[in-house]
């Protein structure tokens, strides 16, 4: 089992830049598939990047070239670089794990992103 603390959100203006953070407790992280997902107003939750337990990263189209995923396995979190930031990247952000071969998933609370002037 593991559990995951999200942090990093915050107002920032259109063309600004956010790392989120997303710390992982339990052992084993390294074997862990990890994700941030999104939830805009009134919007369903999406994927906006992934990265495998081996370091394979995807990424939704809507951030791509703008947003990077990565990991430390030595520290048990896993980042999100966001820059360029748009207002329509205004949403709560979450940390998903998943174990390789797993089926179940482990969500953290979320953080808040806000892009504004």
């Known amino acids: 089992q593991v559990q995951l603390v999200e942090s990093g959100g915050g107002l920032v203006q259109p063309g600004g830049s956010l790392r989120l953070s997303c710390a992982a407790s339990g052992s084993s992280f390294r074997l862990y598939a990890m994700a941030w997902y999104r939830q805009g107003p009134g919007k369903q939750r999406e994927l906006v990047a992934g990265i495998s337990s081996g370091g394979i990263t995807n990424y939704a189209d809507s951030v791509k070239g703008r947003f990077t995923i990565s990991r430390d396995n030595a520290k048990n979190t896993v980042y999100l670089q966001m820059n360029s930031l748009k207002p329509e990247d205004t949403a709560a952000y979450y940390c998903?794990?998943?174990?390789?071969?797993?089926?179940?998933?482990?969500w953290g609370q979320g953080t808040q992103v806000t892009v504004s002037s």
């Open positions: 998903k794990a998943r174990l390789n071969c797993g089926t179940r998933d482990y």
